[in-house]
């Protein structure tokens, strides 16, 4: 298998993480890009979505989208799965999965544009309605996470993923997430001091 990435991308890390838990890394060739927006990045040739990460089978065929992947390779590995087969575990933690999922969605067109703009060109509009839904996303998924405790998933990495990234593009962000969200940034903490799947494949 191969395996387009960055080290920055939080969709990424979700991906590395179950490689890291399947202990998979011996079966796939990494090729790292340098920046997903690069339209000359060699990813787009064979992802024509332009994203990353971009998983290809060893039957050559091409996967696209980091939840599918992720649960493409969970089935391959096999350490404990980190995708409840059925009923309530499923779509409890995929739920928890999509909105933290869905908080990376609301964040990248804002990190995009103030990294590749410039200031006068902002759509500062559309960047405050993606922070209030994703400061009202954050309060939910802290709510969402009680049920999980310190538990390892698919929705549980994603949560990880998503704070750590905030944390990590909080000067691009303006925001002090600490202050803000001082309980889910403690959860993750103790995530990434259990885990060595978190703590190795945290953004740089
Ligand atoms: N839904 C996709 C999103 C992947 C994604 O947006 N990745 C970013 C990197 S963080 C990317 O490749 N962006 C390139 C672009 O938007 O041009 C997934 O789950 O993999």
């Known amino acids: 298998m191969k395996l387009w990435y960055s080290t920055t991308s939080p969709f990424v890390r979700k991906v590395l993480a ?4 399947h202990q998979l890394q011996d079966k796939i060739e990494m090729l790292p890009i340098q920046s997903s927006f690069d339209p000359q990045s060699p990813h787009n040739q064979d992802n024509p979505l332009g994203r990353v990460p971009a998983l290809q089978r060893n039957c050559g065929r091409w996967l696209f989208g980091s939840l599918l992947i992720a649960e493409y390779l969970d089935n391959k590995g096999k350490n404990t799965t980190l995708f409840p087969k059925e009923g309530k575990a499923r779509w409890n933690v995929l739920a928890l999965h999509n909105l933290a999922d869905g908080i990376m969605e609301n964040t990248l067109p804002i990190i995009s544009e103030k990294m590749l703009r410039p200031e006068t060109e902002w759509w500062t509009g559309r960047h405050q309605q993606l922070m209030d839904r ?3 996303s954050f309060a939910q998924l802290e ?3 009680a049920e999980f405790g ?3 998933n698919i ?3 994603c949560a990880v993923c998503v704070i750590d990234w905030w944390a990590f593009r909080a000067e691009k962000l303006g925001i002090d997430f600490g202050k803000s969200f001082p309980n889910l940034v403690k959860w993750s903490d103790e995530m990434n001091a259990i885990y060595k799947v978190l703590a190795e494949t945290t953004p740089k």
């Open 18 to 21: 179950v490689i890291q838990h």
């Open 150 to 152: 310190t538990e390892l």
């Open 155 to 157: 929705g549980t990495i």
């Open 134 to 136: 994703n400061l009202r």
């Open 143 to 145: 709510q969402n996470l």
